[in-house]
């Protein structure tokens, strides 16, 4: 079975399996030859040059499983007969640590007495702590409830929203009312036609004067010029692992904006993610070699 994997890492996890045949192609040097005959596609985390272009040519793929959460990239080019799976689970150990990590750095000034100590300055003030705030979660999926455990002991209140209403989440259809009690929110939505510029001026404006906004998901759900002007006049901070575009030009306006923490879309860039990619890796192609239903098929739903 004709497979092409991002790297020798997933070509070894999968060489024990029978009748695999792993070509590494990670989208930076040339495309290894057969593409008309690949079965499975396990593309690379950054996305290849040009990958409408790459899937029209995969005329015998059935199954795209990606090492993201995100499908966006591969979700409208899906040739017929193509199953769609995520790596839902990889990263929410990274995600989640990622973003306790942002908010605390945020709230407790991290950035700025870094500065300080840069410079030598002794800049003692009290700052806000974590404690006692409400923590609104936009998108309550695995990442928003590994987040939520790893926020258990951090005395706050965490609030949950995702696309449907369900026990204890709340629709988001709710959001708009939310916003204004929230003292950190936290983006954990997919990037889909329903949430693109979703966080524009009016919500910015629903949330509470001092709030944190932190943007793990996808750089495109912000209006960034919104955030910029809400940054700029000193009312709402931010974290964000992830900007549009990405990498952030120099001399971008959210560079040198007050009160933002900037990661380049590291959250779950890590050794934890790396194996727990590997172990669904090996389980999807297990699945999909004894003809077993997949792991995190992606519906119209998604
Ligand atoms: C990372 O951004 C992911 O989608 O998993």
Not at 50 to 67: E, F, H, I, K, N
């Amino acid at each position: 079975m004709e497979t092409w994997v991002p790297s020798g890492e997933v070509a070894e996890a999968l060489s024990a399996l029978p009748d695999v045949r792993c070509s590494v192609y990670d989208g930076t040097g040339p495309e290894p030859g057969g593409i008309e005959d690949v079965e499975v596609w396990i593309p690379p985390l950054i996305p290849v040059p040009d990958v409408p272009g790459t899937l029209a040519r995969m005329r015998s793929l059935r199954l795209l499983q990606t090492v993201t959460a995100g499908v966006e990239a591969y979700r409208p080019h899906l040739p017929e007969g193509a199953v769609l799976c995520n790596a839902r689970g990889v990263h929410d150990a990274g995600t989640a640590e990622w973003a306790v990590g942002a908010m605390i750095a945020v709230i407790r000034e991290f950035p700025g007495f870094t500065d300080a100590q840069r410079r030598g300055e002794w800049t003692y003030h009290h700052t806000g702590v974590l404690a006692d705030a409400t923590v609104l979660i936009v998108g309550y999926g695995s990442i928003g409830a590994a987040l939520e455990r790893r926020l258990d002991g951090f005395e706050v209140e965490v609030v949950r929203v995702a696309r449907r209403a369900r026990e204890g989440v709340h629709g988001m259809a709710e959001l708009p009312a939310l916003l204004p009690a929230a003292d950190v929110v936290v983006l954990l939505v997919p990037a889909t036609e329903a949430t693109a510029g979703m966080v524009d001026a009016a919500f910015l404006a629903r949330m509470k004067d001092g709030a944190v906004l932190v943007n793990a998901a996808r750089g495109g759900i912000v209006d960034t010029d919104a955030l910029v002007a809400e940054l700029k006049d000193g009312r709402l901070r931010a974290a964000l692992d992830v900007t549009a575009p990405e990498p952030l030009p120099e001399g971008h306006p959210l560079w040198s904006a007050p009160g933002v923490l900037i990661t380049p879309h590291v959250a779950g860039s890590t050794p934890a993610s790396a194996r727990r990619m590997l172990r669904l890796m090996r389980s999807q192609m297990t699945r999909h070699l004894a003809g077993d239903p997949l792991d995190n098929v992606i519906t119209d739903a998604y």
